[in-house]
Structures are given as structure tokens and as C-alpha cells.
């Protein structure tokens, strides 16, 4: 770590473990201002703006043709699909539940690669960590004497959470494997213009409740365009193009121990034994995973 080389690279990992996990609680008080799709839109657009005028100012080489239709597509993927179901998640869910219900995402890292060509296939210590993690997911979800109350809107908010989970890492993958020359600042700028774009188009043609102005909604808004967008996800790529994937993964530890403390301290959300023991077995599987798959 003490490579000047590698200096940069552990501070950029060390932005995405911290930011991210604060992301959670900055969305739930955003969203009480901003419908999800607004929220989406505002937020994507302001940061992609922000960030491709410094590429501009910069001189940074815009990629053409192909090469940005790609960029656009994974960002889509990505940034739009994963993060527009954690946004819809957290009007039905806590927001460090939300957090807890992505530990999942190594598992599903894992058996995309599994899945696709060249990809890692899976090993019987794998397999084992993956019953593990799931076993730990299914003490979260199961009605019992924690401190959740299991709804239908609990079962919901999960099963949305996975089809954002499974996307994000189908676009991490797509993204750590296609070899690309733009600077990782630009390529976040594009992703993140083009999501916005979307989220906008999606706004003008579906209705929207009204947006509820307050302080609290802008400083959430803000925090997530500055912290969540600009510095965190230019981060996250700049990790995933410097340093092993099974470093950069740590970040799905930290974020939702962060998530879960806001969570508490913001808005008094539940958690208790089983919460925690859902947690530990969870972090168990997803720490077996990672030391037996070279994908994760």
C-alpha cells in the first residue's frame, strides 16, 4: 500500500467503502422531496454535467461511435437499472435494509461468471459459500423475533433490489472486461449523462407525484450528486481498472455497516439480533466466495 503507484488507486477504493455506505440514508431523506424517477433524473444530470465539463476542461478525448454507444449502454446498465431499483426499493424498505439486502451482490457476480464464456466456474468451496450467504439472506427475510416486521412490501423491496444487483454486476463485468482508452473520469460522465437523459425522458411520459421542496431534499440531492455520483463512482471505475476485483469487492462489507449505522442514527431504523446474525452469516458465505473465486 505504500506504493506511490498503488497510493491513489487504495484512496480512490477507500472513497467508494466510505461514500457509498452513506448513499443509503442520503436517498431515503432525498426522496422525501423527490419522486424516484425526479431523483434519478436530477441527480445523473447535474453530476454528468459537472463532470463532463471538467473532461472538456481537460481536453479529456471523447470516444466515438461504437465506442461511446458501448460506454452509454453499460452506464444504462450499470448506473440506470441498479440505482433505480435501489431508489424505488427505499420507498418500501429501510434504507440500511436496503444496504443489507445487496450483501448479496458477490453471489451474484459469481455466478455470472460462471455463466458466461471464460468465465470462473464454480468450485465445491464456492458452492458452499454461496449456501452459506444464502442461508444468512434467508434468516433476514424470515419472520421471526427481529426487530424487522416481514411485509409484502419487505418481500418486494428484496426481490426489486435483485434485479438491480444482478444488473450491476452484469454491467461490472462488461465493464472490468471491455478494455476502453477513455479516462475513467469521462467514461463515469457518460454513463452518468446518459442515464439522466433516460430518467428525464421517462419522467415527461410517465406522471410523477409532486415534488415536496426542503432543505433536507436539496442536501440529500446535493450529497449524492457530490459524494454518490461524482467522487464514488469515478472511484468505483478507477478501482475496477487498478486494482483486483476481489479487492475492489471489499467495499460490499463496508457499505452496508455504514448504511445500517445512518440508517439508525437518521431515522431510528430497526435492528436487531437477527438482523446482525443475518449479517454475520451473510459476510461469512460472501468471505468464503471470495477467497475460493478468482471472479470475486
Known sequence: MGSP????PYLALGAVCIFWGTTYVAIRIALESFPPLVLMALRFLVSGSILLVWAWWRGLAMPQGRALVRTCGIGLLLLGVANTCLTYSETLIPSGLAALFLTTAPFWLVGLEALIPGGDR??????????IGLCGTALLVTPGTGALE??????TGFLILQIGSFCW??????QRRW???THPILTGALQQMAVGLVCLGLVAAIPQRAVHWSWAGVAGVAWLVTFGSIVAYSAYIYSLETLPIS???LYT???????????????NEPFGSKELAAMVV???????????????
Open 253 to 267: 462489507y463496508i457499505n452496508p455497516v455504514v448504511a445500517v449505522a445512518l440508517g439508525w442514527m437518521f431515522y
Open 179 to 181: 478494455k476502453t482508452e
Open 282 to 296: 451473510i459476510f461469512v458465505g460472501v468471505g468464503i466466495v471470495k477467497r475460493f473465486s478468482h471472479s470475486s
Open 5 to 8: 503507484s498503488l497510493l491513489l
Open 122 to 131: 464454480l468450485t465445491w468451496p464456492v458452492t458452499v459459500g454461496l449456501a
Open 169 to 174: 454486476n452484469a454491467g461490472s463485468i462488461l
Open 150 to 155: 416481514i411485509t409484502p412490501a419487505v418481500w
Open 247 to 249: 479487492l475492489v469487492s
